[in-house]
Every structure is written in C-alpha cells, then in structure tokens.
C-alpha cells in the first residue's frame, strides 16, 4: 500500500510540475509581449505610390505606445477604409515595436464627366479624384444616358474590362471610350482613328493585334479587333 500510495503521488507531483511550467511560460511570455518594450513605437507605410505614406501613418498615430498583441485592427480598418486610393490592405507586427501596413492602391482607367467636372474612376468605380478640369492621360468614359441603370452598370463594367486590360503606354493614347452595349465598346485615339473593340473577351489578345495593325497599317482610320483572329482595317 506505501509503495502505492508513493509512485501515485510521485505521478501527480510530475503532473502539478509539468502544469506549473506550462503555466509560467504561458505568463512570462504574456508580460513580455505586453511590456512597454512591445510598444507599438514605429508605423512602416509600404507599396504606395499615389496615396500619402506620412498622411496614413498620422491616421493611425492613436495606436502609438499599444503593445503589439493589444493593436486595434477595427480601427485600424476604419481609419484606412477612409483612404479611396487603397483598394485593399494587409498588416505585420514586427518586434519589438513595428507595425508594418502593405497597402494596394486603386488603379485609375478613366474619367465621367459630371456636373462639378470630371471624376477620375477605378474600374470597380470608385472616385478618385475630382477636379474641375480635364486631367490628362486618361480616356473620357461615355455611356448613353438614356440607357437604364442596369445598362449603364453592364457598359461600365464592360469599358472598364476592356481599359484595365490596355498596356499603361497604350492607355493614355485612347482619348475616349464609349459603349452601346456589354459586346460594343470603341475606342477612340488620340490620334482621331477609331478602333472597334467589340466586348471585353480576349482583351489582352485583342491589344496585341492592335499594337502590330497600328504599326503595319498606320494610314488607316478605323481598326476593328472585335475578331482578333480576323481584324480588319479601313
């Protein structure tokens, strides 16, 4: 009976021991992670280029001096959902002190004429920017305004499709883009020539058959890729 008694509290000293530690990692690591060493002391803005690194990093100062695991990620959100050029955004926590923010920014591709100007628009259509006068570089979006809601938004969608797809040197060279339908976008260049696109499918093939038709062909007026496999010029 002592020998058995003995080895069973021998097993249960093991098992408090085993506890106990377990225990004391877990709280040592969670003092450390929550020292004032673990501050939130540096904010790192990275993968901007339009939008303004130091005006992010001044809108999420209040986490400043926040220990690391303690960092507000709901108001992080709501204060960069405020941005319009960020399309999406990721976080790092990088000890002792940093938080890294990875941002994606909107990429524009065109502009909407409206009352107070132009709006610059991404292709999920968000603004950008709004200015009185007419920015360069961007081709001038224009659906009929007679056409329902649900046509406006199938023709926008089918426009921007096709200008997201243009190779950026390509895209400031187009001077408007219109539709009639989802399947009738054309172009219209800079340079006057009209170019029949057709609908968005095979957009990137479709760029590639009017870079070589506009170099083969320069004196034509109208480029239609609408069939890339059989393009035709007139």
């Known amino acids: 009976m002592k020998r058995f008694t003995r080895a069973s509290r021998r097993r ?16 040592a690591a969670a003092l450390v992670s929550l020292s004032p060493a673990m501050a939130l002391r540096t904010i790192q803005v990275v993968g901007v280029q339009r939008v303004d690194a130091k005006a992010v990093q001044h809108a999420l100062d209040a986490q400043l001096g926040t220990p690391l695991p303690l960092i507000d990620y709901g108001k992080v959100r709501k204060e960069l959902a405020a941005f319009p050029l960020i399309r999406s955004f990721s976080t790092e926590a990088d000890p002792p002190g940093t938080l890294v923010v990875r ?3 909107r990429v524009p591709i065109g502009l909407l ?9 991404d292709q999920a259509h968000v603004v950008m920017q709004t200015t009185p006068e007419r920015p360069g570089g961007y081709p001038l979006i224009s659906i009929p305004e007679d056409a329902s809601e649900q046509s406006r938004q199938k023709e926008f969608a089918a426009i921007g499709n096709v ?4 190779p950026a040197g390509m895209l400031t060279e187009v001077d408007s883009a219109s539709a009639t339908g989802a399947q009738d976008v054309t172009l219209k260049l800079t340079s006057g020539v009209t ?4 609908g968005p499918e095979d957009s990137a093939e479709k760029s590639v058959v009017l870079a070589d038709l506009l170099k083969a062909v320069p004196g034509a007026s109208v480029y ?9 010029t007139r």
């Open 12 to 27: 249960r000293l093991a098992w408090l021991i085993g506890i106990g530690s377990v225990v004391l990692v877990l709280l």
């Open 103 to 105: 941002i994606v920014e």
């Open 113 to 121: 004429k409206v009352s107070t100007g132009y709006e610059l628009v």
């Open 163 to 166: 200008l997201a797809a243009l």
């Open 195 to 198: 170019v029949v696109w057709g």
């Open 224 to 232: 239609d890729v609408s069939a890339p496999n059989s393009p035709v």
